[in-house]
């Protein structure tokens, strides 16, 4: 069984900038974070990117950290980007379900134009919540294989 870890959890006001990185969040059966933008009865509900793919553009020379391209949880240790929609992840009491691998970058945001690239549009992946509850940061990502139900 893959697991990994939540390294931070970010929300934004409003869609089209920068994520604040918080200490805790509430995720909401079919709706998302609370108090995200980004939040709503669409595939889109949560974003996630390993902070692995952060350290890519790090090494690229940005001064990068979490939240800095739209995501709504960081994690270390999964490769999220390989996991086949519908795979489930399991962090405490919540349920997420990945519905899309990556996204087209109708515009090009300021990371691309500092680094000529951005690793979100590639290893970002989003989710719709099954089952909400309280995410904090340092808690557990249980991986669930496609087609595993509770």
């Known amino acids: 069984m893959k697991k990994g870890v939540v390294v931070s959890i970010s929300i934004s006001a409003e869609k089209g900038m920068r994520k604040t990185p918080i200490e805790s969040a509430t995720l909401c059966?079919?709706?998302g974070i609370e108090g995200d933008a980004h939040a709503g009865a669409w595939h889109r509900q949560v974003s996630l990117l390993a902070e692995e793919s952060i350290e890519k553009m790090r090494e690229k020379g940005l001064d990068v950290s979490y939240g800095d391209f739209a995501e709504n949880i960081t994690t270390r240790g999964l490769v999220l980007y390989e996991m086949p929609i519908g795979t489930r992840l399991r962090i405490?009491?919540?349920?997420?379900?990945?519905t899309q691998i990556g996204k087209e970058c109708h515009d090009r945001c300021a990371i691309y134009y500092a680094a000529g690239d951005c690793v979100m549009p590639r290893e970002g992946i989003f989710a719709r919540v099954l089952r909400g509850g309280t995410i904090k940061k340092c808690d557990e990502i249980v991986v669930e294989e496609k087609g595993v139900s509770e």
């Open 29 to 31: 059966v079919e709706h």
């Open 92 to 98: 405490g009491e919540i349920l997420l379900e990945v």
